[in-house]
């Protein structure tokens, strides 16, 4: 092996060993096991979805009584078991989809609801430490828990 080959393998291993990805801390909730983890049935999805939205309106609800110093605690572990929630129901359903032998329509608009339901559900759970400042995030909090909790009962609504 030529001494040029040598040195760029070896920098090409110092590269993966320190760009090495590291692994995923989960979202910690307060959620008992059972309803955090993702099951394909369809009632196990809609208590998902229902212990989601109990939990989103409790955060929303928390959130609309905070003063500029207020302790954010209980509120952010709301919203969290709200994320953890949805995105458990979000993977039920996508295991529901798999296994229908046709293309449910209800199905689908139902799906793609619950999933921009778990992205707009990670801005009050992930953005608690931006640097934008404390009302700005509550604000932009509150728009977005109000955006999930439509979403989610559009959902409740409509499906199964």
Known sequence: MSSSRLVMTAVAAISALAFEAQPAHAQTTTLPPSPAHADPQVQKAVNL?????????????????????DDITEGHKAATNAYVAIRSARSSMAEIKARKKFQDPVMDLAYQKVDQAW????????????????MPYINTAMRQMSEVIVWLEQVLLMWP
Do not use: C, F, M, W
Not at 49 to 69: D, F, N, S, V, W
Not at 119 to 134: F, K, Y
């Open 119 to 134: 992205n707009r559900s990670r801005g009050p759970v992930d953005h608690v430490q931006s640097g934008n400042g404390r």
């Open 49 to 69: 979805l229902h212990t989601a939205l109990r939990e989103e309106k409790r955060a929303l609800e928390i959130y609309q009584t905070l003063g500029p110093t």
